[in-house]
């Protein structure tokens, strides 16, 4: 709407900045340059964020395709230097991209804390504390 002076409100300029600024996540998802870009400053962005439901969505799908657009033309450039037979980007390729050659994930199993050391556990972990502390450890603090 316009006014009778004919300017445009202030809600139809929100709207707009918030549709340049979300049009700026997607070709560069950081969001400083984004707001630079759409004149808008940071901490506008994050009220908008934080007032308005459907901003939020629409600046994070916009986030996440200038992730995706960042990560095609990322993976376009290795596979530009793999054609040039570049060592790096072969083996980062393979490493990523076939079993044989990337490293395998080995899950992280914490220790229980219930378990108990056995006892030549337990002298192990005295000799190392000792070892490492440069004083006699006669015995481990357990939580009871």
Not at 133 to 140: D, E, I, M, Q, T
Request: with cysteine.
């Amino acid at each position: 709407m316009e006014d009778s002076v004919g300017k445009t409100t202030v809600g139809e300029r929100t709207e707009k900045d918030k549709q340049s600024l979300a049009e700026a996540l997607k070709e560069m998802p950081i969001v400083q340059f984004a707001c630079r870009k759409a004149g808008v400053s940071r901490a506008t962005y994050y009220r908008w964020r934080q007032e308005d439901k459907e901003f939020r969505r629409e600046s994070d799908d916009a986030l996440n395709q200038g992730y995706e657009y960042i990560n095609d033309m990322g993976e376009s450039q290795v596979i530009a230097l793999i054609k040039e037979k570049k060592l790096p980007a072969i083996t980062l390729w393979l490493k990523h991209h076939h079993p044989r050659y990337g490293a395998q994930a080995r899950q992280y199993v914490p220790p229980s804390e219930e378990d108990d050391l056995t006892a030549e556990e337990e002298r192990m972990v005295l000799e190392a504390l000792s070892l490492s502390s440069g004083r006699p450890v006669r015995r481990l603090g357990k939580k009871k």
